[in-house]
């Protein structure tokens, strides 16, 4: 079973700056789709960014798209940052990392952003914005 460990949440200011990390316990091969999620209180889970393996493409929701950037960390292949600018009270929420089973890139483009798509979680780091 492979645990997925998040750090790096905090409170900032609008308009500041957190990285966040997800760590996993182990590498799996199969394990190609790592991604973010977040959920604020009352609200259902969303996709923030995704990231197929193996040279594939990154993936962004609306309202973070050109302030955060997902990346792999290169150490492992289960591993990932999530750079976060610009932050705006709207991104307040826990965020979670996830981890999925790869089949292509294309198949990745149409799911990545479902919960579904993900087998493994982490159990989150909050991200507090406040002005």
């Known amino acids: 079973q492979v645990r997925l460990v998040e750090s790096g949440g905090g409170s900032v200011q609008v308009g500041g700056s957190l990285r966040l990390s997800c760590a996993a316990s182990?590498?799996?091969?199969?394990?190609?789709?790592l991604a973010w999620f977040r959920q604020a209180p009352g609200k259902s889970r969303e996709a923030v960014a995704g990231i197929y393996t193996d040279g594939g493409s990154a993936y962004y929701a609306d309202s973070v798209r050109g302030r955060f950037t997902i990346s792999q960390d290169n150490a492992s292949n289960t591993g990932s940052f999530l750079q976060m600018n610009s932050l705006k009270s709207e991104d307040t929420a826990m965020y979670y990392c996830?981890?999925?089973?790869?089949?292509?890139?294309?198949?990745?483009?149409?799911?990545?952003?479902?919960?579904?798509?993900?087998?493994?979680w982490g159990q989150g780091t909050q991200v507090t914005v406040s002005s």
């Open positions: 182990e590498n799996t091969i199969s394990s190609k789709c």
């Open positions: 996830a981890l999925a089973p790869g089949y292509g890139n294309s198949w990745y483009r149409d799911v990545w952003d479902r919960v579904p798509t993900y087998n493994y």
